[in-house]
């Protein structure tokens, strides 16, 4: 007699698409969890469609009127009988009107309580939230700043450079680094016009810029007990305006005792908000190893899995059974890193462009496998790209029993790689991971920026990562026997 377990939802809606619908729904049938996943018309052959147990079309292409329209996806899971939403990251992953409304109507939200969002989605009480709790902040203000007098004011106050930052931001809006007083008076504007753009809030704060710093994030995980832990850190510094394209685990240039002590603040910084479920702190790190907070993700990363393949933990599952009240499974000293793990981000950019996204249709997919190498992807050949959306096609992730295993895996990973039809970032992503000073470690938040910079002045073109054709060997011409 077959005894199964209870699952702890009885059907989850998936409100998202590509990659992270697909990894989403293959951790509900591992629960042995029904999934519906909502899609727009664009996406209507999408390989989440085809994977989910129901589909519910919620609007046309453009994500105002699809993934973004609470009204439609609240619909679906009405209509659908789901009890539960996974938003997956991006889209309505930190809306708290969503999560207020998802709630009001007696369904679950995969996430963090709508109150937490709100909390954290507002970087200035954010800082002031980690300061109390006494995690080390970044010297800027404490309230927003409205007028280009304000922020000279503030920037003599702090001594330039500074960064301009978007008090609701993410994703890089509305983010300005000014060397001088006259730059400021030209960004200032622009960041607000971006931040109100992108956010509806333009209100902006100061920083003081960290010169060559490096992006560490720690991973921690939380239930609704008041228990907490930290499952290890990601290096996050190669960033292209001020978005992640490689990212590995742990972080080379972290001591077992830093990176204790980067933990236990990011433990203590969510414990003191009460936070629920998985979550991310993002730090910044000087030269001299010292760490100040910058904000909190409250959904999944997009980088998550070089955590799950360091750690062996399944983050979405654990977002799911936390989200129906369990208990967190693991204490601190559980939680053991193992090797190394590099992810790659492949976009459907094009290089030559300024990485501009494209959109079309892809005409022939290979993808890297072998041992230790994992791609998260929503493509099959034929696939199509649609112009509405983020330009993520797939993530690569390799693990190696120390750096240097894993960058080679993911050098050969990346040459196996064609996708043919559109242009991608593939190219440059070898040449980046070529260079010593990557294989060295010796990199910041501004090092791609002057990678490119050294690039454009290189003559040769970015290398090709496809494998060359094979082609059949030469036969040796037959030659007439010599005459008797």
């Not at 589909?55 to 009204?71: E, F, H, Q, W």
Request: overall charge neutral.
């Amino acid at each position: 007699m077959v005894v199964r377990r209870k699952t702890p939802f009885r059907k989850v809606l998936v409100a998202n698409r590509g990659e992270i619908a697909v990894r989403v729904i293959r951790a509900c049938r591992e629960l042995g969890i029904p999934t519906v996943v909502v899609h727009s018309e664009a996406d209507r052959g999408a390989l989440a469609t085809a994977l989910a147990d129901e589909t519910v079309c919620i609007g046309p292409g453009p994500s105002d009127r699809s993934y973004l329209n609470i009204a439609n996806v609240l619909s679906a899971a009405q209509i659908s009988g789901a009890d539960a939403i996974h938003p997956g990251y991006g889209f309505l992953s930190e809306n708290h009107y969503f999560v207020s409304a998802t709630q009001d109507l007696g369904l679950t939200f995969i996430g963090p309580p709508a109150s937490t969002i709100q909390g954290f989605g507002d970087k200035v009480s954010a800082r002031k939230l980690m300061r109390a709790a006494g995690v080390p902040i970044i010297p800027g203000t404490d309230a927003p700043v409205t007028t280009v007098d304000e922020a000279r004011g503030v920037a003599r106050d702090l001594g330039l450079p500074v960064m301009l930052k978007a008090r609701a931001g993410g994703g890089g809006r509305g983010l300005r680094a000014v060397r001088d007083e006259d730059e400021l008076v030209r960004q200032f504007p622009l960041a607000q016009r971006e931040a109100q753009s992108a956010f509806g809030d333009g209100a902006l704060y100061l920083e003081k810029y960290i010169e060559r710093g490096r992006h560490v994030e720690v991973q921690v995980v939380a239930d609704a007990y008041g228990n907490a832990i930290s499952v290890g850190e990601r290096e996050c510094s190669l960033q292209r305006r001020h978005q992640k394209i490689v990212e590995e685990a742990p972080s080379p240039v972290l001591d077992p005792e830093r990176r204790e002590r980067l933990g236990q603040a990011a433990v203590a910084g969510l414990l003191a908000a009460g936070y629920q479920n998985v979550g991310t702190v993002e730090f910044l790190v000087d030269q001299a190893g010292a760490f100040y907070f910058m904000e909190v993700n409250t959904r999944l990363q997009v980088e998550h899995p070089v955590t799950e393949m360091t750690t062996g933990l399944d983050l979405v599952k654990l977002q799911i059974l936390l989200a129906a009240g369990e208990r967190l499974p693991y204490r601190q000293a559980d939680v053991q890193l193992r090797g190394h793990a590099i992810e790659c981000r492949v976009a459907a950019e094009d290089p030559t462009r300024g990485f501009a996204p494209v959109a079309g249709q892809l005409h022939a997919v290979i993808l890297p496998g072998g041992p230790w190498v994992r791609v998260d992807t929503h493509l099959v050949p034929g696939a199509s790209v649609p112009p509405y959306y983020d330009s993520l096609l797939a993530k690569i992730i390799v693990w190696g029993r120390d750096r240097p295993e894993a960058l080679a895996r993911m050098r050969r990973a990346l040459a196996e790689t064609q996708l043919e039809g559109l242009p991608t970032n593939l190219p440059y992503l070898a040449t980046l991971l070529a260079d010593p000073r990557v294989e060295a470690a010796e990199i910041d938040v501004e090092f791609i920026a002057r990678h490119l910079r050294e690039l454009d002045h290189r003559p040769p073109a970015l290398p090709e990562t496809r494998p060359a054709a094979r082609t059949a060997p030469r036969r040796p011409r037959s030659r007439p026997a010599p005459a008797p």
